[in-house]
């Protein structure tokens, strides 16, 4: 029996390839205009993937949990930082909504909080404001540590990329990198500088990466499965 599935159009698409969301459901990416009832016979064949990504995606909630994307956080795990901050919403007749921290890692929303839209914009700011506390210091440091210059650096809430390095030696991380293990972020920040160096993935990139940490290959495996930790209403 094949599994539901929903099917996207996209114009940059050269093949059909299928995803498997975070929250588990299975979608089907063709080019434009591909004949979709082709697609059944690609399900068919692909039926021994489909069943073991998605026993992964079921193992990974069972050990870390999953709240629903329409369903706003009471806590927010900032693995990479190791703190786990406490949110209260407090409803007042202020317009909007705003984030103001309190002691012992209290986070208090004030204003529209009825307005989940308002509410989860504000935690991706807040956690895009966090980000840039803790993720450009440490780039600056582990930059330091292995003499890899760079030239700037900022946070943004990319959707597929934990990070980038540009021609410029301008590196993007993600915010979402807050949420990983800190073995992973180090790893992130370590493979964008060598990108000062290599601009490419070839062999003497890789060459580049192991050097610095010999240990990359078992970080880099396991950042495909990292999307895991971000929580859903951030990929909202």
Not at 161 to 184: A, D, H, M, Y
């Amino acid at each position: 029996m094949l599994p539901s599935y929903t099917v996207r159009e996209s114009h940059k698409a050269k093949h059909v390839s299928l995803k498997v969301s975070v929250a588990g459901s299975l979608e089907v990416v063709v080019p434009q205009g591909y004949d979709q009832t082709a697609i059944p016979a690609i399900l068919q064949r692909k039926q021994r993937w489909i069943n073991r990504v998605t026993q992964q995606v079921e193992t990974r909630h069972a050990l870390v949990g999953i709240e629903p994307a329409d369903k706003l956080p009471v806590q927010l795990c900032l693995r990479a930082i190791e703190q786990t901050w406490q949110i209260d919403y407090c409803p007042t007749q202020l317009p909007g909504v705003r984030a103001i921290e309190q002691p012992d890692l209290n986070l208090m929303l004030f204003g529209q909080t009825a307005d989940q839209s308002a509410c989860s914009e504000m935690l991706k700011q807040w956690v895009i404001g966090k980000a840039q506390k803790h993720l450009l210091p440490w780039l600056r440091t582990v930059s330091q540590e292995l003499e890899l210059p760079f030239e700037t650096a900022s946070v943004r809430g990319q959707k597929t990329r934990w990070g980038s390095c540009s021609s410029r030696q301008t590196i993007s991380l993600n915010c979402k990198l807050l949420f990983l293990p800190s073995e992973l972020v180090r790893y992130v920040l370590i493979h964008e500088l060598c990108h000062t160096v290599h601009l490419n993935h070839s062999s003497a990139f890789w060459a580049l990466v192991a050097h610095y940490e010999p240990c990359y290959q078992q970080l880099d495996a396991g950042l495909r499965d990292a999307r895991y930790h971000v929580p859903l209403w951030m990929e909202a």
